[in-house]
């Protein structure tokens, strides 16, 4: 299969309009590529202000069987816009993307690094997404998760009153597009980095960027927003997140943490869908679950792939001795801690540009696999 395919590599601002006419196409025919991520608009703004942006056009004699949109780091190839992407894969119609090891081969990528690929693939491991589903509207969805899961929904509803009493009137509001609201969810953001010691997606700024610009929209409804939940004049919650068609994913959210107890968060979630759903959006994506309350809300998963393909020399070798060390200090967690050490060095490639940025980050990920390794042993 792969012989008969030829690539070119382009930017994005490069394709023609009939190559975009049949992206649209293939998404509107294909259900899994349904997530604004594929969006053909995702692809023009992140492509502004993601450095080495380009697009795969895959052919088959003369006609156009799909695109990809990635990056490059060095010789590692991404998703465009990762870590700032979580839906990736060949724009294509159903049955015709050629698969991820074959994209590999195709690109000559000496590695290949996605996190939730949707399409054809060997390599790797599945992990699920899960969803909301609301084809008969949020009031219908409602009635059928609080009779499901009873004691849940009323003690969300007691939370509301609780912070209605604590602090007053509760007011919420969706597609927010104010540049100093979104300044302030980064900095929430940052600072919950920092208490976590994950890496700061945000500290190289394109990052920053991508969200800015993705609250300026484009076709078929088509982009970034916020919503906000205020408790007597004060903001309580807030969530930035991507929309496009009927789906609508949550992407950043940051709460007040002294109000934990009242579950804001939570609460803001349930409002955004009741409101977002009066507009017409029927699927509102949560993302890879971990969270406890998720399983009170979705009724849907998509199933995405995580993979590197590489290529045999250094890097493997040394992903190779890690994973050895770690076996050896704590067999029972070497398998995720490789995972986690993987994810971060992923985050990491991908936001920092520079070797000096990218080797700052590692160090700091090194520092934090350690720590992971030392707390059983002084527990």
């Known amino acids: 299969m792969v012989d008969a395919i030829k690539v070119e590599v382009v930017r994005a601002n490069d394709l023609t309009a009939a190559q975009l006419g049949l992206w649209r196409a293939m998404i509107a025919t294909n259900p899994a590529l349904r997530s604004p991520y594929f969006h053909s608009d995702f692809t023009r703004i992140a492509s502004r202000v993601s450095p080495h942006a380009a697009v795969a056009v ?5 006609r156009t069987i799909g695109f990809f949109p990635h990056q490059r780091r060095g010789s590692a190839v991404q998703p465009l816009a990762a870590p700032m992407n979580d839906y990736h894969g060949v724009i294509a119609h159903a049955g015709e993307a050629p698969s991820l090891e074959a994209v590999s081969e195709l690109l000559r990528a000496p590695r290949l690094n996605v996190g939730a690929w949707v399409g054809a693939a060997e390599t790797g491991k ?10 008969g509207g949020y009031d219908a969805w409602y009635a059928e998760r609080r009779q499901a899961w009873g004691k849940y929904y009323k003690d969300k509803e007691r939370a509301r009153r609780s912070l209605e009493t ?32 994950r890496h700061d997606v945000f500290t190289c700024g394109w990052t920053e960027q991508l969200l800015h610009d993705l609250m300026a929209g484009g076709a078929d409804g088509f982009g970034g927003s916020m919503a906000a939940m205020w408790a007597g004049g004060k903001l309580v919650a807030v969530e930035y997140s991507l929309h496009g068609g009927d789906h609508y994913h949550f992407w950043f959210p940051a709460y007040e943490p002294k109000l934990a107890r009242c579950s804001p968060g939570i609460l803001l979630s349930l409002d955004t869908m009741r409101l977002a759903s009066a507009q017409g959006y029927r699927v509102f994506d949560f993302g890879f679950g971990g969270e406890g309350y998720k399983k009170y809300f979705c009724d849907a998963s998509q199933t995405v792939r995580e993979a590197v393909i590489q290529r045999p020399g250094f890097r493997a070798s040394m992903t190779g001795a890690m994973a050895g060390l770690m076996a050896t200090a704590v067999p029972e967690r070497a398998e995720s801690l490789k995972t986690s050490v993987r994810r971060r060095w992923s985050a990491i490639e991908a936001c920092e540009v520079s070797r000096l940025d990218r080797v700052r980050g590692v160090m700091l990920a090194a520092n934090a696999a350690v720590g992971k390794v030392a707390r059983p042993a002084a527990a």
């Open 126 to 135: 599945e992990r699920q997404t899960l969803m909301v589903t609301m084809p």
């Open 166 to 197: 604590e602090l007053g009137e509760i007011r919420v509001e969706h597609g927010l597009t104010d540049p100093a609201l979104l300044r302030h969810l980064i900095g929430l953001k940052r600072d919950q980095y920092r208490r976590t010691g």
């Open 58 to 62: 895959f052919r088959k004699g003369d």
